[in-house]
């Protein structure tokens, strides 16, 4: 289900190497942390589902208003996301939870839940990087950000903090 869900993802953003470059990185690291961090198996498909379709609110947001910030993506991702994955006859449940991820991933208060914490620091470890952030910045995001032990090793690691 997962292999299939990437595929659909890779063909939603089809000649945007970037995006796709993006979610993969971001499913990866999510995946990665959540093993490590022992989650459940429905939790940790809950993450993986949503880390892959996290960002699937780009286009539309971009299409309708020029630009893609953090909360036109919570915005405009959540139906995207919930329409994919009910094609892929994924569990009411699942698709539940991950839209309510989707809305809320440029949202950094009230996290709850392991899947969303998680969900937030695969998006950092990976933004930190693809948008070249300094030093002060990834230290910031490091202890505003990070609270799972696996992610705070992958932060320091990566970045030398």
């Known amino acids: 289900m997962i292999s299939n869900l990437l595929q659909e993802m890779i063909q939603y953003y089809s000649g945007d190497p970037k995006r796709i470059q993006h979610f993969i990185k971001v499913h990866s690291f999510a995946k990665l942390i959540g093993e490590i961090e022992q989650l459940d198996s429905t939790t940790l498909q809950i993450l993986e ?6 960002d699937i609110g780009i286009k ?3 299409e309708k208003y020029g630009r893609c910030d953090g909360k036109l993506q919570e915005q405009e991702g959540p ?7 009910t094609k892929l006859s994924i569990d009411e449940s699942i698709i539940e939870r991950v839209c309510y991820l989707v ?8 996290v709850s839940g392991m899947d969303y914490q998680i ?3 695969a998006d950092f ?6 948008d070249a952030l300094d ?5 910031s995001a490091y202890h505003k950000i990070f609270k799972t032990t696996t992610g705070k090793e992958l932060c320091k690691t990566m970045f030398r903090i």
């Open 49 to 54: 589902i949503a880390a892959i379709v996290h």
């Open 103 to 110: 809305g809320h991933h440029h949202t950094y208060s009230n």
């Open 60 to 62: 539309v947001a971009e």
């Open 79 to 85: 139906a995207l996301a919930k329409d994919l994955l």
């Open 119 to 121: 969900l937030l620091e």
């Open 125 to 130: 470890l990976v933004n930190l990087y693809e």
């Open 135 to 139: 030093a002060h910045a990834i230290a």
